[in-house]
């Protein structure tokens, strides 16, 4: 099913593992140049620069031509035409992906990538103007709509499998929360038809990814276990939706309008609490007794937006201070971890370490200052208050952490 | 030497292999931890992933008729016809399924030559090319032996760190009149001196090359002063109005501590602040940018950029603090390439500024191939690419023209760009 070979790509991340184990001073160079050799892969790569410039340009290069196609040939096509021409280049796009690959060897070229993504919207896009666009609105569900998020699901799904693309898996994972609103008004039902499908897909990806330990595809699957443990959280937690910290509240996106809290029975709204305070201690014991760096990360993000989350669902009012009260609690556990970590024979305690071990820690730890360093002054800069017509604290510029602010 | 030689993180905190294992380590070749690698780990480019090619032997058929339509076919045939530079047939043949018992990664059918990083090494120590330590401390590593939290640690304080502060201004801000200055003022003023006495009374001696931390948390006490030195400066300027109402002297003056913060400490997070600090000086801020119209924002970022590249390429020259060289690099790139294509959008007068960009598009891709840092090959790719098509299709209405123009440069840029990356991949 996969288009690459597993010895291609487990030469490929021999030959990574090798790189960074030498950047670290655990080979010599002399080592390293002896072994180089023997980790050369058939696929063509690239760095990450590339690879996005090539993802770019082979969207533009898509969508013109589609929309040049559309133009040249396709003066007024009615919406069933245009709509089976958009299968048509879904088709095309995504025999063109193969082609890269097979043919040319691409891998996370960006090209073939593109070429992948655009193969799902031109699909859903043509789905939707071929079969749905004249239909008039109505307000009972209509189940046949669900076709279109359902295809883009499966497909996404099919790229992830054929390709290795995690982002497709999450893509498939963004089509799940469109289906249950063509089958039920009942948000509650909503929910936990979104989970239902999370849960699922993670009980699979579970049963699956033991088997892979210690290869290529651990990593995969790694993310995709932690992108469906989030899933999962994000659909549980109802208090999420009408929190304002997501600038780009993308889970009201999902579900549309958000519904108020009233609507969910009792039962289904304290059993969410529980679930979210149940969640978190799962997913960190999981990611812990796994040492899955991404399960982990999944679970201290739930933990975190769980405590974050537990006064809006009391019905608590939320306080100015409360923010101080995380800060001071995230750094005392990193430190308090960090201490215990470091007090034990060789820095290493169960297995655990809080020294760096790798060259991509630190990488990204350079990006990381680099990038948040210019923006986070921004980001904590808080709104005006109203409650406080005397005080006035507004703006905060992104220069000197907000020094530029007033009050 | 090989304490020099191993890179270090922000905090500092480097792992220690087992003594056996890092007396095997001992022969390592010191030239190894060039300053090229520095220079390399700090730019936080990723070139040496470079660009990996072979001749494959497969045949185009297929292809070609099928990537025709969307004119993939030059592409796909340049590539495929391209010299290989990582040929694997010089590459030693690997034996199969030697999972050194460790039971991972079973071959399967049809992946012949499949082989677990496991196996690799246990054939590389059966054939003396590292060593039992090595071999034992890599396989280790491997299976997540120890399992590394130094990155979620460090995420987790920083994300505390801005917790507190983002708690601290709202709460300033919200309750100020109920709190009065003089609580607020004490309580700001005792955080920060305890966070710079932290610094001052642990940092190690100033060096001008790349220094590690001296405790974990040394980076985040550090930051958590300049977040809150920045919120007390803002606050005594507004309430009291110190500086007579010029924040543009407050944005200065603490572009300067933080500047001096960064290279005593240094600190990436304060050198960020800094940069951003001294571009909000400069009249610079993000959420002031008023558009492309605005000629004035333009004129103070050419100039905000040509001090810190001239500047940045200084203190590199001089050695002082090096590896900043990257950070200042990536922000003095972005904003020259915003400003310059701001100009090139004007209606009037904008052939200058495209002049200026095209020099700097070539300026960039030059660096960004010497130095071999694709992120500047990038930057003058997608940048350039949107100054010549604004220019092309300046007065064009026609969709047709439109669209084909853009089908056809973006082939021609993905054909320029594969065969630039042959090249990275043919050097590197």
């Known amino acids: 099913m996969r288009l690459y070979s597993a010895s291609s790509e487990e030469t490929l991340r021999a030959r990574k593992l090798l790189k960074d184990w030498a950047g670290e001073g655990y080979l010599t160079k002399a080592q390293y140049q002896l072994l180089e050799p023997e980790t050369v892969s058939e696929l063509r790569t690239t760095n990450i620069f590339l690879r996005l410039v090539l993802f770019l340009f082979t969207l533009l290069i898509v969508g013109a031509a589609a929309g040049l196609f559309f133009v040249v040939f396709l003066s007024r096509p009615s919406e069933q035409t245009a709509g089976v021409f958009s299968l048509i280049f879904a088709a095309v796009c995504y025999a063109a992906a193969e082609v890269a690959v097979s043919q040319a060897r691409l891998y996370r070229y960006g090209i073939e990538e593109a070429l992948a993504v655009c193969s799902v919207g031109f699909l859903c896009a043509g789905m939707q103007i071929a079969l749905f666009s004249g239909s008039p609105y109505s307000a009972k569900t209509d189940a046949a709509q669900s076709l279109v998020p359902a295809a883009g699901a499966v497909f996404s799904l099919w790229i992830w499998r054929r390709f290795g693309f995690s982002y497709a898996f999450l893509a498939a994972m963004i089509f799940v929360p469109f289906l249950p609103g063509y089958w039920t008004f009942s948000h509650s039902a909503q929910h936990l038809i979104v989970a239902g499908f999370y849960a699922t897909g993670l009980a699979g990806v579970a049963a699956v990814r033991s088997r892979h330990r210690s290869d290529y595809l651990e990593e995969g699957y790694s993310l995709v276990e932690a992108m469906l443990w989030l899933g999962i959280y994000l659909a549980a937690n109802l208090q999420l939706l009408s929190l304002s910290l997501l600038s780009f509240n993308l889970p009201v996106r999902w579900w549309g309008v958000t519904p108020a809290t009233s609507e969910f029975a009792r039962p289904f709204y304290w059993g969410t609490w529980v679930l979210i305070w149940c969640l978190p201690p799962i997913v960190l014991a999981r990611g812990f007794r796994q040492k899955d760096r991404f399960v982990i990360a999944v679970g201290a993000i739930a933990a975190t937006l769980t405590i974050v989350c537990n006064k809006p669902y009391l019905g608590w009012p939320r306080h100015t201070w409360d923010p101080i009260l995380l800060g001071i609690l995230l750094t005392a556990v990193a430190v308090f971890i960090r201490r215990w970590l470091a007090h034990s024979p060789g820095g290493i305690r169960h297995g655990f370490t809080a020294a760096r071990l790798s060259g991509k820690d630190k990488h990204w730890m350079n990006v990381g200052s680099n990038v948040l360093g210019l923006v986070s002054p921004q980001s904590i800069t808080p709104e005006p208050q109203t409650s406080n017509p005397g005080v006035h604290f507004g703006g905060g510029h992104s220069g000197g952490g907000g020094a530029s602010s007033d009050f | ?428």
Request: hydrophobic residues 50%.
């Open chain 2, 1 to 428: 030497m090989h304490e020099t030689c191993l890179p270090h993180g922000p905090s500092g905190t480097q792992y220690q292999p087992p003594l056996a294992c890092a007396a095997a380590l001992g022969c390592r070749v010191s030239s190894f931890c060039c300053s090229d690698l520095w220079l390399s780990r700090t730019l936080f480019i990723d070139e040496l992933g470079g660009d990996q090619w072979r001749s494959p032997k497969a045949e185009f058929s297929i292809a070609s008729s099928l990537t025709h339509l969307l004119g993939y076919s030059y592409f796909l045939s340049a590539a495929s016809l391209s010299e290989c530079t990582m040929s694997n047939s010089w590459a030693e043949p690997v034996a199969l399924g030697s999972d050194a018992g460790y039971g991972h990664g079973v071959p399967r059918p049809g992946n012949e030559g499949f082989m677990t990083i496991f196996a690799r090494l246990e054939q590389w120590k059966q054939q003396s090319k590292i060593s039992p330590e090595q071999h034992a401390h890599l396989a280790g590593l491997s299976r997540g032996e120890p399992f590394s939290l130094f990155l979620e640690l460090n995420v987790l304080l920083y994300a505390g760190v801005l917790a507190f502060v983002a708690g601290l201004g709202w709460t300033v801000s919200t309750w100020s009149a109920q709190l009065g200055d003089l609580l607020i003022l004490t309580v700001l003023s005792t955080i920060l001196a305890v966070c710079f006495w932290y610094c001052f009374s642990r940092a190690s001696a100033w060096s001008p090359a790349e220094t590690s931390a001296p405790s974990p948390i040394f980076d985040y006490v550090l930051y958590l002063g300049s977040l809150i030195w920045s919120l007390e400066l803002a606050y005594l300027e507004t309430r009291f109005h110190v500086l007579s109402g010029r924040l543009d002297f407050d944005l200065l003056a603490t572009a300067v501590l933080f500047f001096f913060l960064a290279y005593r400490f240094d600190n990436r997070f304060v050198l960020s602040l800094g940069l951003s600090s001294l571009a909000g000086w400069f009249g610079l801020t993000i959420s002031r940018w008023s558009g492309p119209q605005d000629a004035a924002y333009r004129q103070y970022a050419i100039v905000y950029c040509v001090l810190v590249g001239v500047v940045a390429a200084i203190l590199q020259r001089r050695g002082l603090k090096p590896h900043f060289l990257g950070t200042y690099l990536n922000v003095v790139a972005n904003l020259l390439f915003w400003a310059l294509l701001s100009g090139v959008f004007n209606r009037e007068g904008y052939g200058l500024w495209f002049l200026a960009l095209l020099i700097a598009c070539a300026a960039s891709l030059a660096w960004g191939l010497r130095r071999r840092q694709f992120a500047f090959v990038a930057y003058a790719s997608v940048y350039g690419y949107v100054g010549v098509s604004s220019m092309f299709l300046r007065g064009i209405s026609d969709a047709t023209a439109i669209l084909g123009y853009f089908v056809v440069t973006g082939v021609a840029m993905l054909v320029l760009l594969v065969q630039i990356g042959r090249r990275f991949g043919r050097s590197a």
